[in-house]
T-cell receptor, first 114, second 114 residues
Framework: GAVVSQHPSWVICKSGTSVKIECRSL??????MFWYRQFPKQSLMLMATSNEGSKATYEQGVEKDKFLINHASLTLSTLTVTSAHPEDSSFYIC??????????FGPGTRLTVT | KQEVTQIPAALSVPEGENLVLNCSFT??????LQWFRQDPGKGLTSLLL?????REQTSGRLNASLDKSSGRSTLYIAASQPGDSATYLCAVGESGGSNYKLTFGKGTLLTVNP
């Protein structure tokens, strides 16, 4: 149980374009979803937290107009990187929780912006 | 602001050796602490979860301890195997307002040589 999927697993896009990453909870209802970013040899950094049906809460320093998060249903959250630039290249991981003190992680999405 | 430090950053051991990975955190007001495993380019696999009221947790060859007052946790791996080679991440869970937040360390890259 508690399986989280992400799609795509990797994506390459050109600078200036937008890319959408999906995070799905497959066997539970995720009232809260989290988006993390991980640069090489760095720790996972929380970008934002989203509760179903509400606006996402962004961490300090994360541009909410650049990283658009939608959590429209209890099983799906999307992260859209708008006007992507090479410095946005990173490993993006989502996690989902049904109950408060738990998080189940997706397999991650490798984004490369050329 | 919570900070999580993991020492060492990298560790290389021969197969069969017992080893200890260290994690320290600056704010002891945590809800729980988790150890994760991350294989290259992959998501996170939860290994052990220790509640703040607990001192240790065990799963197979893994044993994690928690000393909340001193802000320290250790992950002990017995009889290491090449398949244990991965990055091990420590994360502290805190009750951040209405949401539960995880703060990660940078990880320890473990290589077990046959």
């Amino acid at each position: 149980g508690a399986v989280v999927s992400q799609h795509p697993s990797w994506v390459i896009c050109k600078s200036g374009t937008s890319v959408k990453i999906e995070c799905r909870s497959l066997d539970f209802q995720a009232t809260t979803m989290f988006w993390y970013r991980q640069f090489p040899k760095q720790s996972l950094m929380l970008m934002a937290t989203s509760n179903e049906g509400s606006k996402a809460t962004y961490e300090q320093g994360v541009e909410k107009d650049k990283f658009l998060i939608n959590h429209a249903s209890l099983t799906l959250s999307t992260l859209t990187v708008t006007s992507a630039h090479p410095e946005d290249s990173s490993f993006y991981i989502c996690s989902a929780s049904e109950y408060r003190f738990e998080q189940y992680f997706g397999p991650g999405t490798r984004l490369t912006v050329t | 602001k919570q900070e999580v430090t993991q020492i060492p950053a990298a560790l290389s051991v021969p197969e069969g050796e017992n080893l200890v990975l260290n994690c320290s955190f600056t704010d002891s007001a945590i809800y729980n602490l988790q150890w994760f495993r991350q294989d290259p380019g992959k998501g996170l696999t939860s290994l052990l979860l220790i509640q703040s009221s607990q001192r240790e947790q065990t799963s197979g060859r893994l044993n994690a301890s928690l000393d909340k007052s001193s802000g320290r946790s250790t992950l002990y791996i017995a009889a290491s195997q090449p398949g244990d080679s991965a990055t091990y991440l420590c994360a502290v869970g805190e009750s951040g307002g209405s949401n539960y937040k995880l703060t990660f360390g940078k990880g320890t890259l473990l290589t077990v040589n046959p």
